[in-house]
């Protein structure tokens, strides 16, 4: 069971980069996901989410407007479009997966990708 990110790296402010997160070894589709981050000395925060049906999302008022995500549930993937990158939003991003019923929560995290942006 993983997670694996993939996108990031080194991008000038006012560019942008797409973010991947692939499973293997389970399936997607009955998960929430979410993108995280989490920059040196700070707690790691959401930047996004994604129900497991796709229909509803949710961003950090930081990336609203400049982010999208967005899952596959056919390729068992999600992706995270960030544009308009700011220095700020320099940080390591996870991926995470959730599913959960009164009893039950199961979740995985991704090992994160670095994205750097320059001013």
């Known amino acids: 069971v993983q997670l694996v990110e993939s996108g990031g790296g080194l991008v000038q402010s006012g560019g942008s980069l797409r973010l991947s997160c692939a499973a293997s070894?389970?399936?997607?589709?009955?998960?929430?996901m979410s993108w995280h981050r989490q920059a040196p000395g700070t707690k790691r925060a959401l930047v996004a989410a994604i129900t497991s049906g796709g229909n509803n999302t949710n961003y950090a008022d930081s990336v609203k407007g400049r982010f999208t995500i967005s899952r596959d549930n056919a390729k068992n993937t999600v992706t995270l479009q960030m544009n308009s990158l700011k220095p700020e939003d320099t940080a390591v991003y996870y991926c995470r997966s959730r599913w959960s019923t009164p009893d039950l929560e199961e979740i995985y995290w991704g090992q994160g990708t670095q994205v750097t942006v320059s001013s």
């Open positions: 070894g389970f399936t997607l589709s009955k998960y929430d």
